[in-house]
């Protein structure tokens, strides 16, 4: 398992990385869409070797081609999947109903794609923004669905930015998007610069747990730099500045969670039990041992 590693370090807590989670050699990007005049030109090929710190255990891929050029023209429109928007209607009925978010608020979503999800608040009455690096689904919310949206990939200078010209975020969301960028800690540091003191944020990915448990190898791809458990992205949060005071598991993309985090100095959101539970299953699972990630390999 424990390998000479080009890659160099953890892209959260910077330990040098030696230990091979899988390698599943060479592959094209996930989103090349080949036309047919393309046929017989060469394709470049990129590593899929996928490796776990032994410090934080993040399991993580090499950046080899920035987000820039995965995120330039997006296939993959949210709204095509029926199910998807019924996921993110049912989100939005139970955020808006647990919490006071009314026409003076401000919602904002990270990787806003299409307007798939923001268009329920803006029926609702409450103001939103999107926050989207892809011009084409991006332009896509802005024309037809009139979703305010900014053309941005997600940082701690967008988050200074958006603070000036909206203020600051009541809720700031993210779905699938976490394990998409490979500068993870600007990305939460960013968030905590643009949730209001009082502030709500919830994010969804995949659980690693899930990932592991049902060999889910094919979900490991150039586009997800990172696959995380619940306990790295607590750490994460944790050394930003960030509380995560409550979490669901949730059916979708194989097995996902969705946390829910505020400020640490908030005290006005109590911490679920929830939390504990999913952190001591976790920890009963082997996942702060290397032992649990050396058999991925073999399984797969």
């Not at 995120?71 to 808006?96: C, G, I, M, P």
């Not at 009314?102 to 979503?109: G, Q």
């Amino acid at each position: 398992m424990k390998t000479v590693s080009p890659v160099g370090k953890c892209r959260f807590c910077q330990t040098p990385l030696e230990h091979t989670f899988v390698d599943l050699g060479m592959s094209p990007l996930c989103q090349d869409h080949i036309k047919p005049e393309e046929l017989n030109r060469m394709e470049p090929f990129y590593p899929l070797h996928a490796y776990v710190c032994d410090n934080c255990y993040l399991v993580q891929l090499e950046e080899f081609v920035a987000p820039s050029a995965i995120f330039n023209d997006y296939a993959y429109f949210s709204s095509y999947s029926d199910s998807w928007l019924q996921h993110a209607k049912r989100y939005t009925d139970q955020v808006a109903g647990k919490y006071p978010l009314n026409e003076n608020s401000l919602v904002a979503e990270i990787a806003s794609n299409d307007g798939y999800l923001l268009q329920y608040f803006v029926e609702k009455g409450i103001p939103v923004v999107g926050i989207e690096p892809s011009a084409n689904v991006a332009e896509y919310a802005i024309s037809k669905k009139g979703i305010r949206t900014e053309i941005k990939f997600f940082g701690c200078d967008t988050a200074a930015q958006l603070g000036e010209k909206y203020g600051k975020a009541d809720l700031l969301l993210g779905n699938n998007v976490l394990a998409h960028v490979p500068d993870i800690n600007d990305f939460v540091s960013g968030m905590k610069m643009f949730l209001k003191p009082t502030g709500l944020i919830t994010m969804e990915f995949p659980h690693l747990l899930r990932l592991v448990e049902r060999n889910q190898f094919d979900t490991i791809y150039h586009e997800h730099f990172s696959y995380l458990s619940f306990t790295t992205v607590e750490k994460i949060f944790q050394y930003h500045g960030l509380q995560i005071f409550d979490v669901e598991e949730l059916p979708t993309h194989g097995g996902s969670i969705r946390i829910y985090a505020k400020h640490i100095e908030d005290d006005s959101k109590k911490i679920s039990f929830h939390v504990n539970e999913l952190l001591k299953r976790e920890l009963e699972a082997g996942m702060l041992s290397l032992s649990f990630y050396k058999n991925f390999e073999e399984k797969v």
